[in-house]
Nanobody, 126 residues
Framework: QVQLVESGGGLVQAGGSLRLSCAAS????????MGWFRQAPGKEREFVAA????????DFPDSVQGRFTMSRDNAKNTVYLQMNSLKPEDTAVYYC???????????????????WGHGTQVTVSS
């Protein structure tokens, strides 16, 4: 069992930066791949980033490529999403998730993740 708690969201102006954190409980954290997803008002939840347990990035979609980075600290049971050059269209609730996707393509799919946090709001003003 893994429990996930996101933090670090808030209000930021366009062009600014935020770093989200996702703290996990559970002794098997390091064996899971971790993903970030987001859901904007009126839209479906979408993939943002994923990282394997050994720390290599699985994927970023084009919408955040070059602006977002993801990292993990297995000793602290925490993953991070560094978001730079934020745009108003990045406004959403951001969720972290833990799962076992085995390929880059599978890492984008929500059904590959067994555990989800409750989300943290990110609002980017223009």
């Amino acid at each position: 069992q893994v429990q996930l708690v996101e933090s670090g969201g808030g209000l930021v102006q366009a062009g600014g930066s935020l770093r989200l954190s996702c703290a996990a409980s559970g002794r098997t954290f390091s064996s899971y791949a971790m993903g970030w997803f987001r859901q904007a008002p009126g839209k479906e939840r979408e993939f943002v980033a994923a990282i394997r347990w050994i720390g290599d990035i699985l994927d970023f979609p084009d919408s955040v490529q070059g602006r977002f980075t993801m990292s993990r600290d297995n000793a602290k049971n925490t993953v991070y999403l560094q978001m730079n050059s934020l745009k108003p269209e990045d406004t959403a609730v951001y969720y972290c998730a833990a799962g076992t996707p085995t390929t880059r393509a599978l890492a984008r799919r929500q059904d590959q993740y067994n555990y989800w946090g409750h989300g943290t709001q990110v609002t980017v003003s223009s």
